[in-house]
């Protein structure tokens, strides 16, 4: 049996014709799914400022596939023709050759001959437009065929297009080069120290909408409405409980989590897959439905195709849902989840609870039909079917914000607030509002190689014995980021950097970058856990920048000596008299 809902849904994937673009045309779905970026409007300025000038111009659109460069002047051709028609050459996606026996870099030089070095200066007006891939513009550059560009090369140097850093280079009237670079732009931005995720609410809205102008919705009520397979198909049910504003506020902010986490470039192209990936199971087949089919079957049928499910289960690749998952709540440690599953596993009353919990989702009236508890537990045990159950309502439950009903112990992303509004302060210069960060990372400091009393930190371990170093740290003010107090950030840093030195050695200073995966990993150090050796792994530029400071502590002049077995407390003081040159040791009060 064919589903009329799912090729409509299909042109959300991004292998569908409808995510591939031309810089000259769009398509009527690509013009519908539109929506207007803070990036749009930078390109806008820069392009109107440029058109006009008496010069060259060479506009490079810098960033990864898929983050919307060729849509975004595919839309600029449809809705500023005159601004577009202003431009010699538009050049939509330079990865391309334009002969077999040419190399991407080869054509690429052709095309921007006007901007090599021999031509750079002929008196010729050329204006060119040319989106562009960062890999593909650092393998541009040194190619054989980009030694011809060495200018061009400078520019992109010195503005660091190709680095991680934020670039807040304002518009240079001078410059023949000009460069954007989407990997400055996030799906969300930041405001009184909060984050705002008006892209992606604006995105959800498009496919979810309730209105006739929505082909996504006008498709679902032509095709589901009268549908034999409605009452248990998760498609029609997944598209509705992604309809709802709760779980889109969920889903945005699990969003925005892996950007931060993971520096994931969260493009629209991924986000429209990613949803088409809650809506549709690759494992969905509209005949496999079937209400006549023994109960528990259908059930175990039926959960694994559902967002919920979804959400968390793609654990393989390379895609945005696949980096989501990693933010499972059923991950977490909780005594309520364990507590839960016990009763789930005894107690048929268990199920009318979690029922409860899903009551105002659309998966509530097929769950009511498909759970029977008599069959649920019977003699079989049915283990299997009641561990995914525990998974769906689990995740339904904190997708729908009722987590707290079944394990308040659980909460999902604790720091997460906290870490957008210190990025707040941070690009907008608040350096009283980072003393917070200061305090997680002195403790950090001080117990990265074990839980040591304050102020102390291990240099040596020799079974017993441990060799303590007195630290106290200090933090100097960070450099100016620049950006304005009060005003909305569309593009800033994601990282917060801090610079410590040691105030009993007078130290220079060593500049600590921390993210949000470390940020967590901070926070819970500060509440007294202790990384593990793979965690310490992970974070190597942090274990760098933490040997960097105590190196220039004071161990060389004296060490304390500890004993594990008697509590850790510096028990013996060994230091370097200087007066009789020799080395003295008192016992420590």
Same mark, same amino acid.
């Given at each position: 049996?064919?589903?009329? /809902?799912?090729?409509?849904?299909?042109?959300?994937?991004?292998?569908?014709?409808?995510?591939?673009?031309?810089?000259?045309?769009?398509?009527?779905?690509?013009?519908?799914?539109?929506?207007?970026?803070?990036?749009?409007?930078?390109?806008?300025?820069?392009?109107?400022?440029?058109?006009?000038?008496?010069?060259?111009?060479?506009?490079?659109?810098?960033?990864?596939?898929?983050?919307?460069?060729?849509?975004?002047?595919?839309?600029?051709?449809?809705?500023?023709?005159?601004?577009?028609?202003?431009?010699?050459?538009?050049?939509?996606?330079?990865?391309?050759?334009?002969?077999?026996?040419?190399?991407?870099?080869?054509?690429?030089?052709?095309?921007?001959?006007?901007?090599?070095?021999?031509?750079?200066?002929?008196?010729?007006?050329?204006?060119?437009?040319?989106?562009?891939?960062?890999?593909?513009?650092?393998?541009?550059?040194?190619?054989?065929?980009?030694?011809? /560009?060495?200018? %061009?090369?400078?520019?992109?140097?010195?503005?660091?297009?190709?680095?991680?850093? %934020?670039?807040?280079?304002?518009?240079?009237?001078?410059?023949?080069?000009?460069?954007?670079?989407?990997?400055?732009?996030?799906?969300?931005?930041?405001?009184?120290?909060?984050?705002?995720?008006?892209?992606?609410?604006?995105?959800?809205?498009?496919?979810?909408?309730?209105?006739?102008?929505?082909?996504?919705?006008?498709?679902?009520?032509?095709?589901?409405? $009268?549908?034999?397979?409605?009452?248990?198909?998760?498609?029609?049910?997944?598209?509705?409980?992604?309809?709802?504003?709760?779980?889109?506020?969920?889903?945005?902010?699990?969003?925005?989590?892996?950007?931060?986490?993971?520096?994931?470039?969260?493009?629209? &192209?991924?986000?429209?897959?990613?949803? !088409?990936?809650?809506?549709?199971?690759?494992?969905?087949?509209?005949?496999?439905?079937?209400?006549?089919?023994?109960?528990?079957?259908?059930?175990?049928? !039926?959960?694994?195709?559902?967002?919920?499910?979804?959400?968390?289960?793609?654990?393989?690749?390379?895609?945005?849902?696949?980096?989501?998952?990693?933010?499972?709540?059923?991950?977490?440690?909780?005594? $309520?989840?364990?507590?839960?599953?016990?009763?789930?596993?005894?107690?048929?009353?268990?199920?009318?609870?979690?029922?409860?919990?899903?009551?105002?989702?659309?998966?509530?009236?097929?769950?009511?039909?498909?759970?029977?508890?008599?069959?649920?537990?019977?003699?079989?045990?049915?283990?299997?079917?009641?561990?995914?159950?525990?998974?769906?309502?689990?995740?339904?439950?904190?997708?729908?914000?009722? %987590?707290?009903?079944?394990?308040?112990?659980?909460?999902?992303?604790?720091?997460?607030?906290?870490y957008v509004s210190l990025l707040y302060s941070y690009n907008t210069d608040e350096s009283s509002s980072m003393k917070p960060l200061h305090k997680y990372l002195r403790k950090a400091i001080e117990n990265w190689n074990g839980d040591y009393p304050s102020g102390y930190s291990r240099v040596a371990s020799y079974g017993n014995v441990q060799i303590l170093q007195?630290?106290?740290?200090?933090?100097?003010?960070?450099?100016?980021?620049?950006?304005?107090? $009060?005003?909305?950030?569309?593009?800033?840093?994601?990282?917060?950097?801090?610079?410590?030195?040691? &105030?009993?050695?007078?130290?220079?200073?060593?500049?600590?970058?921390?993210?949000?995966?470390?940020?967590?990993?901070?926070?819970?150090?500060?509440?007294? !856990?202790?990384?593990?050796?793979?965690?310490?792994?992970?974070?190597?530029?942090?274990?760098?920048?933490?040997?960097?400071?105590?190196?220039?502590?004071?161990?060389?002049?004296?060490?304390?000596?500890?004993?594990?077995?008697? $509590?850790?407390?510096?028990?013996?003081?060994?230091?370097?008299?200087?007066?009789?040159?020799?080395?003295?040791?008192?016992?420590?009060?």
């Amino acid at each position: 049996m064919i589903c009329n /809902f799912k090729p409509v849904l299909q042109k959300l994937q991004k292998h569908s014709a409808e995510s591939v673009e031309s810089a000259h045309s769009s398509t009527d779905y690509s013009e519908y799914l539109h929506v207007d970026r803070p990036i749009q409007n930078d390109v806008l300025d820069l392009l109107a400022r440029e058109q006009i000038l008496p010069r060259k111009s060479l506009v490079l659109l810098c960033g990864s596939a898929g983050d919307g460069k060729s849509h975004m002047l595919s839309h600029f051709s449809a809705q500023h023709k005159e601004l577009m028609d202003g431009f010699d050459k538009i050049i939509n996606d330079a990865t391309e050759s334009d002969a077999p026996s040419r190399t991407a870099c080869q054509t690429l030089a052709t095309e921007l001959e006007p901007f090599d070095d021999f031509h750079l200066d002929n008196g010729q007006n050329d204006k060119f437009i040319v989106a562009i891939n960062e890999g593909m513009l650092s393998q541009f550059l040194s190619s054989k065929e980009g030694s011809s /560009f060495s200018t %061009l090369a400078a520019y992109v140097e010195e503005t660091g297009i190709l680095k991680t850093a %934020l670039s807040n280079r304002g518009y240079e009237h001078e410059s023949i080069f000009h460069a954007v670079s989407f990997s400055d732009y996030r799906p969300f931005t930041l405001i009184n120290g909060e984050s705002r995720t008006q892209f992606l609410d604006e995105l959800f809205s498009k496919v979810f909408s309730m209105d006739d102008s929505n082909p996504f919705f006008a498709a679902r009520r032509k095709y589901c409405e $009268g549908c034999s397979s409605k009452k248990l198909c998760p498609v029609c049910h997944n598209y509705d409980f992604l309809s709802l504003p709760e779980i889109q506020r969920t889903v945005a902010d699990a969003i925005v989590e892996v950007s931060l986490a993971e520096h994931y470039i969260v493009t629209t &192209r991924s986000t429209l897959n990613f949803l !088409y990936d809650l809506i549709v199971s690759p494992n969905f087949d509209r005949g496999s439905i079937n209400l006549s089919v023994n109960k528990n079957i259908a059930l175990a049928r !039926y959960i694994p195709q559902t967002t919920p499910y979804l959400m968390y289960e793609r654990k393989w690749g390379d895609s945005l849902g696949s980096r989501i998952s990693r933010l499972d709540v059923m991950r977490m440690e909780s005594e $309520g989840i364990d507590e839960l599953a016990i009763l789930l596993r005894t107690s048929s009353e268990t199920v009318s609870k979690l029922l409860n919990v899903v009551n105002d989702t659309p998966y509530y009236e097929c769950l009511c039909d498909l759970i029977k508890p008599d069959a649920l537990y019977n003699t079989g045990g049915e283990g299997d079917l009641k561990r995914v159950l525990l998974r769906f309502f689990v995740r339904c439950a904190h997708l729908s914000c009722r %987590l707290e009903e079944i394990c308040p112990d659980l909460v999902p992303s604790p720091y997460l607030k906290d870490y957008v509004s210190l990025l707040y302060s941070y690009n907008t210069d608040e350096s009283s509002s980072m003393k917070p960060l200061h305090k997680y990372l002195r403790k950090a400091i001080e117990n990265w190689n074990g839980d040591y009393p304050s102020g102390y930190s291990r240099v040596a371990s020799y079974g017993n014995v441990q060799i303590l170093q007195e630290l106290d740290t200090g933090f100097r003010k960070p450099d100016a980021v620049g950006f304005e107090k $009060g005003s909305e950030l569309t593009k800033f840093s994601p990282n917060l950097i801090a610079h410590a030195y040691l &105030r009993n050695t007078g130290s220079d200073a060593v500049t600590f970058v921390v993210n949000y995966s470390l940020y967590c990993l901070l926070r819970r150090m500060n509440e007294g !856990y202790q990384p593990t050796i793979l965690e310490k792994n992970l974070f190597t530029d942090f274990a760098t920048s933490y040997e960097r400071l105590v190196g220039l502590g004071a161990k060389s002049r004296e060490v304390f000596i500890a004993q594990r077995d008697l $509590g850790k407390r510096p028990r013996y003081k060994i230091f370097y008299d200087e007066d009789f040159e020799e080395y003295g040791m008192e016992v420590v009060d």
